[in-house]
């Protein structure tokens, strides 16, 4: 049975999700869309034929029908939206991080048990196939029981610079550090691959690179101003190149004279040496689980490309993987190599399949099928510890215990 669905944020996320519907409309129609930027409204006017609002409090009052409501907000936003949301009676797909203290993360999930709520958080990378398949091949007891995993977050020196230098989540004050931001996908990964409890977390990490005394001589404060002519940070250049990112400071055709236009002296054309950024360029976290199961994940800003990689050691067998190449190698102790490409067929979406991966089981999930290795509420609160813990033993520069 099709179901209804209204977006609360019409963002990146929150276009990647109305736009699913668009592609499969007999699993979702879109009954609202609620976005404060009058742009972004306009665009979904053109789109979709439903009810737009600036305010999200109009959107309640006009009780709209809905079977869930995704909250694609800023994460500072996300307490607020949650609570009044499950108090008017909608159930949440919940935009990762949950939000951006864990003290606010209790009460969300303290208003979704009082308010009687099914609250699904969005750890898109659980429904790519490339991690399904992992799972998959850790129940089959092919690689013995786990006994340490490796992950490495490699979020590309250009993703950096547009998210965590110039973009939203470039102070952890304003949004939430880096861990949780960036990681708490991976951290849920982990946790879910390795099926026990954290009990001890240490982080090292800083912001080492992407500070002023790293800046090149005559630099200027906006690259539109800027002479320096090799700088691989340029803001036109990566926009040009990128033309995804672009649409966080413009809507409408992609040409390079229009980019540059929207461009010039935003947030995003700042030199990024000259910002007002403290989250890390680079971070590691080691974690100890239950049956002295260990983990370590890495993030960092310095890679070519945007990738994700992970090894896994068990009793039998060790386990190797490259997400974005949906290959995978199962090395046996005793036997030959086992080689795996999978050849997805992602017809819509990013994260490796992720985003679809994610709206086909919640549609299925709605309408009453089991599906396995869905996020709900209470079991992505406890990678949120996680992550949030790790920012602790960071800054206090100890390991802690869960």
Not at 18 to 29: C, D, M, N, V
Not at 294 to 307: G, L, V
Not at 378 to 386: G, N, P, R
Request: aromatic share 10%; glycine share 6%.
């Amino acid at each position: 049975m099709k179901k209804k669905i209204a977006i609360l944020g019409y963002g990146l996320r929150g276009c990647i999700y109305a736009g699913y519907t668009l592609k499969y409309p007999q699993e979702f129609e879109v009954t609202a869309i609620i976005d404060s930027n009058p742009d972004r409204l306009n665009l979904a006017r053109a789109l979709f034929d439903c009810p737009v609002y600036e305010d999200y409090k109009a959107f309640l009052k006009d009780h709209i029908a809905a079977d869930i409501v995704a909250i694609c907000t800023q994460d500072a936003q996300h307490r607020e939206h949650a609570e009044e949301c499950m108090k008017a009676g909608y159930d949440l797909l919940l935009e990762k991080p949950i939000a951006a203290t864990y003290e606010d993360c209790l009460k969300i999930s303290a208003a979704a048990e009082k308010y009687k709520r099914r609250v699904i958080v969005c750890h898109v990378l659980r429904y790519t196939p490339f991690y399904k398949k992992i799972k998959e091949i850790i129940d089959s007891g092919k690689i013995g029981n786990i006994i340490t995993l490796c992950a490495t977050e490699n979020v590309g020196y250009y993703h950096q610079a547009h998210s965590f230098v110039r973009g939203p989540w470039r102070n952890s004050e304003q949004s939430s550090p880096m861990i949780l931001a960036k990681c708490c996908h991976d951290l849920d990964i982990i946790r879910w691959l390795i099926g026990e409890k954290c009990k001890e977390i240490s982080s090292f990490g800083a912001l080492s690179f992407f500070t002023p005394e790293n800046a090149p001589e005559n630099a200027a404060a906006y690259c539109s101003d800027c002479k320096v002519s090799n700088c691989v940070y340029n803001a036109q250049k990566i926009y040009e190149q990128h033309e995804w990112m672009a649409n966080y400071f413009m809507s409408g055709e992609k040409t390079p004279q229009r980019i540059a236009r929207y461009l010039r002296h935003t947030q995003y054309d700042k030199c990024v040496f000259k910002t007002d950024n403290n989250v890390v360029d680079h971070q590691v976290t080691i974690m100890k689980f239950d049956k002295d199961k260990t983990a370590m994940h890495q993030m960092t800003a310095f890679s070519k490309e945007i990738y994700r990689d992970i090894k896994i050691h068990g009793t039998k067998a060790e386990l190797f993987g490259l997400m974005e190449e949906n290959y995978l190698e199962i090395r046996p102790f005793a036997g030959d190599v086992e080689k795996i490409t999978l050849n997805p067929q992602i017809e819509y979406g990013n994260h490796g399949g992720g985003d679809a991966g994610l709206m086909h089981d919640l549609y299925r999930a709605l309408n009453g099928e089991a599906t396995e290795g869905i996020s709900f509420l209470d079991v992505s609160l406890d990678s949120h510890k996680m992550a949030f813990f790790a920012e602790r033993s960071r800054l206090q520069d100890k390991t802690l215990e869960m």
